[in-house]
């Protein structure tokens, strides 16, 4: 539903997008994470047609931002980073302005709004002046002015900056609901953790450049290909020792008391595999726990901290 192609776009000496490629499926959230000045923005507006490549194209839903802009906008709702609203106009007067806007009429605009705002919450707050409404109602104002016409792609761009604990996680539960839906969503932020559980892949820029793609579990392979696994046995620990000392893909076995810690090579179902070897040899395996690299983790070793 999304493709970036070798995407480029340059401010004078400032490569702000410097050869970026991706694509995101329908029904998939993405995200797009790296520091401040890292392309993102710049990258998102020209899917949103606001902005032209300097080489490379954005596709979404297969049309060309270039050059088919009119349908690209039909299918794409887009929430910047910064946002106007009309202080004077309550919340339906806002989005109903935005329906028009995108040429809904008559019964089709009154059931978009009427959707709009029960996804958004904001049925309740129809009448209330937008100037009273806190930080995080505006950004679900936002995001409903983004959704008014159902596109089947958003952008959303940071939409979590400034958020309270709450509102973050009903913004998180909005985005999965939203992919439940068969919509695909590509949403920024480089607060790091904020994404790691609401996507389904990530990538990763720095400098205009995208230094990693994929889930998090594959970014972490890529990165390490090893894990970190802690296993707690009842009794026995020593004879596990040996045990996994047998196994080719176990090395560095340490044990403290009844824990042993080792590094393992494989996937998930290798280590299913390995705790299922564990109960059918005899032993009573009370905790079996595998250390995945966090997404903060992995954004470190990604990047270098590089800025231009
Ligand atoms: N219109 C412009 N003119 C000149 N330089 C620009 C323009 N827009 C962006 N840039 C530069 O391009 C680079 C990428 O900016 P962009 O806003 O895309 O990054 P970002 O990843 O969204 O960062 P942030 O998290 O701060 O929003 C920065 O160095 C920025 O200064």
Do not use: W
């Not at 994929?214 to 990165?223: D, F, M, P, T, W």
């Not at 395996?285 to 990047?303: G, H, I, M």
């Amino acid at each position: 539903m999304i493709e970036l192609r070798r995407l480029h776009r340059f401010f004078g000496v400032t490569r702000a997008v410097n050869d970026i490629s991706f694509e995101v499926a329908r029904g998939e959230v993405f995200g797009y994470i790296g520091p401040n000045g890292a392309g993102k923005t710049t990258s998102m507006r020209i899917l949103a047609t606001l902005e032209l490549p300097t080489y490379g194209d954005a596709m979404v839903d297969g049309f060309s931002c270039i050059n088919d802009p009119d349908r690209v906008r039909r299918r794409l709702g887009f929430m910047p980073d910064y946002f106007g609203t009309y202080s004077d106009v309550n919340c339906y007067e806002y989005l109903d302005f935005f329906a028009r806007s995108y040429g809904l009429i008559g019964r089709e605009r009154h059931r978009a709004l009427q959707r709009t705002m029960a996804f958004t919450g904001l049925d309740i707050l129809a009448e209330k002046p937008i100037r009273g409404l806190s930080k995080g109602m505006k950004q679900r104002l936002c995001l409903g002015r983004a959704m008014i016409h159902d596109p089947a792609v958003l952008i959303l761009d940071e939409p979590a900056n400034g958020l309270d604990p709450r509102a973050r996680i009903e913004l998180r539960e909005m985005i999965r609901q939203l992919a439940a839906d068969g919509k695909t969503v590509l949403v920024s932020s480089h607060i790091l953790t904020e994404l790691a559980e609401m996507c389904d892949r990530v990538g990763i820029v720095e400098r205009g450049q995208l230094l990693a793609v994929g889930s998090v579990e594959e970014i972490q392979k890529q990165q390490q290909p090893h894990r970190e696994v802690r296993i707690r046995v009842l009794e026995g620990s020593a004879l596990v020792a040996n045990f996994l000392g047998t196994k080719p893909d176990v090395s560095a076995i340490r044990t403290v008391g009844e824990e042993i810690r080792f590094s393992h090579i494989g996937d998930r179902a290798s280590e299913a595999q390995l705790l299922k070897e564990l109960v059918l040899a005899g032993f009573q395996v009370a905790e079996f726990v595998s250390e995945v690299k966090s997404l903060e983790d992995v954004f470190l070793a990604v990047t270098k901290g590089a800025v231009q």
